[in-house]
């Protein structure tokens, strides 16, 4: 008996056309995320720290007013948007309008843990994340120092990658630290109720804006 070629040819061509149809009509995996826009301003909420100051999300900007002693503000939608845990960048700007602490600390999310970059702390310089290996900002070797102007927007870049985080502050690096076989955590405390990725500051006037997510 002789093979149906004919038939043969016809199922390869279905199969093709079929496959064709799958690859261009599957949604494309998305690779940015702007977070003040109005797509998700319904997932900015104030953290709910005690003695928090006042916090506002307006025309594509967060103002944290000075808390006793902090202010934090929250986004909740991290998971239901499908944002990455790993291989991802932050970038955002950053303002202290006045005081001289931290004013642009952000958690963020690093695959089943949690980190914060701090801006400013510890009197107004100090950068550094925390925490690794239970030791916060000021203990751990992310420790460095900045002089960050008032009334000046503080242009952030982190990048978490699935060893290492680096960050950068106007362009300038100063974290590059590797987490393979690192403890990862929050400094216990209010900032924990920035998580999953939030901004707090620290009896300090705070702006905060142009935050946008991008996949590595």
Not at 15 to 30: I, Q, S
Not at 115 to 133: A, C, E, Q
Not at 159 to 181: A, C, M, P, Q, Y
Not at 207 to 214: E, G
């Amino acid at each position: 008996m002789k093979p149906d070629i004919t038939c043969n040819e016809g199922r390869a061509l279905w199969l093709c056309l079929f496959c064709l149809l799958v690859t261009h009509c599957a949604p494309e995996r998305r690779a940015e995320w702007k977070l003040l826009t109005p797509e998700y301003s319904a997932a900015w909420k104030a953290s709910g720290i005690q003695d928090e100051g006042g916090v506002t999300i307006n025309q594509g900007e967060i103002s944290l007013r000075p808390g006793q002693p902090m202010t934090g503000a929250r986004f909740g939608a991290w998971d239901s948007a499908a944002l990455p845990l790993t291989r991802y960048a932050i970038e955002y700007e950053a303002m202290r309008v006045e005081g001289n602490d931290f004013f642009g600390t952000v958690t963020f999310p690093v695959n089943d843990s949690h980190l914060s970059l701090v801006v400013g702390g510890w009197g107004g310089t100090l950068v550094g994340i925390s925490s690794i290996d239970d030791m916060d900002a000021s203990e751990n070797n992310t420790r460095g120092n900045a002089f960050f102007e008032n009334n000046r927007w503080h242009r952030v870049r982190i990048e978490v990658r699935d060893e290492e985080i680096k960050t950068w502050i106007n362009d300038k690096l100063f974290v590059n630290v590797s987490i393979k076989g690192h403890k990862l955590g929050l400094r216990a405390g209010d900032i924990e109720k920035c998580m999953p990725f939030g901004f707090a500051s620290y009896a300090t006037h705070a702006r905060i804006r142009s935050v946008v997510i991008r996949r590595l």
